[in-house]
């Protein structure tokens, strides 16, 4: 069986020591006295004061509004200078003006008794080829898009044709015309 005994640490009387004197208690800290606060700063009104904390809400509110009327202050003022087309061609990058002067647009006629539209067409190959291959872009894209797999195509002798859509890279766009049908059904 041990017995633990707890000592002081200003009792300098080692363990085992016959001397029976009383532990010393430790001085309890007086209180700091705060100094005098001078008269010329005004005292806490008992009315609670509102804190400011931010809303974030508030700032992106303000911010998209800002940033939606810059745009449609720009978006307005672009409508008003009119681009001729000769302007807007030079001003599109060399890769895509190279593009557009290594294709050539065709007149499609999409229905009977519809305008007929041009469709742009990037081709490469010999027409002589046994093999043709047609690639037809997704969403979002054209035929610039496909430029180097039709090269890559042709230069292993197969005729390729990239076509951009109606709507799409350098093919007009389609007019839908709704016809109104006169009766039932």
Known sequence: MAIITEYDEDRIDPPGS??????????????????????????????????????????????????SLITLLFVSLSSFSPQDPKTWFLSLPSTLRTHYSNGRPIKVQI??????????????????????VLIVHGLGCSS????????????????AVAVDLPGSGFSDKTVVKEREKVGGG
Not at 45 to 57: G, H, L, R, V, Y
Not at 113 to 132: C, D, L, Q, R
Not at 144 to 159: H, I, P, W
């Open 111 to 132: 229905g009977p008794n519809e305008p007929a539209i041009e469709v742009f067409t990037y081709s490469k190959g010999s027409t002589k080829s046994s093999e043709n």
């Open 18 to 67: 016959p001397s029976k004197s009383k532990p010393k208690s430790r001085p309890k800290p007086e209180p700091k006295a705060e100094p005098a606060k001078p008269e010329s700063q005004h005292q806490p009104s008992s009315t609670p004061q509102k804190s400011q904390a931010s809303n974030p809400f508030t700032f992106w509110f303000y911010f998209t509004i800002t940033v």
């Open 144 to 159: 610039f898009t496909f430029r180097k797999v039709v090269d890559d195509l042709a230069s292993k002798g197969v005729f």
